[in-house]
């Protein structure tokens, strides 16, 4: 079992940034990868941006070129940077880890989810 524990939602300002957290129960090095999702109000859950340990990361074309997701491997850690946050930022953000193993041969593969902090921008 992997839990996780997001962190740094609020009010914010229009035009003005944020950086979420994301704390992990066990090394993150062990991850094949790690995600921010968010569900704004009556929407559904999409993906934000992602990081494929050891390979790269890639963003949602909403927040390309705004944001940055980052880990720390000593602090079991991961962050979402964002700036220039606007009304559509509003939403439930999300912490989701992949895990995937081999045992006797096997593929398994488990997803963990966080319970979520809440972004509103204050207009």
């Known amino acids: 079992q992997v839990q996780l524990v997001e962190s740094g939602g609020g009010l914010v300002q229009p035009g003005g940034s944020l950086r979420l957290s994301c704390a992990a129960s066990?090394?993150?090095?062990?991850?094949?990868?790690m995600c921010w999702y968010r569900q704004a109000p009556g929407k559904q859950r999409d993906s934000v941006a992602t990081?494929?340990?050891?390979?790269?990361?890639n963003y949602a074309d909403s927040v390309k070129g705004r944001s940055t997701i980052s880990s720390d491997n000593a602090k079991n850690t991961l962050a979402l940077q964002m700036n220039n946050l606007t009304t559509k930022d509003t939403a439930d953000y999300y912490c989701?880890?992949?895990?995937?193993?081999?045992?006797?041969?096997?593929?398994?593969?488990?997803?963990?989810w966080g319970q979520g902090t809440q972004v509103t921008e204050s207009s």
């Open positions: 989701k880890t992949d895990l995937r193993t081999v045992v006797r041969g096997l593929a398994h593969r488990y997803e963990y």
């Open positions: 990081l494929i340990t050891g390979v790269g990361t």
């Open positions: 066990r090394s993150i090095s062990s991850f094949y990868s």
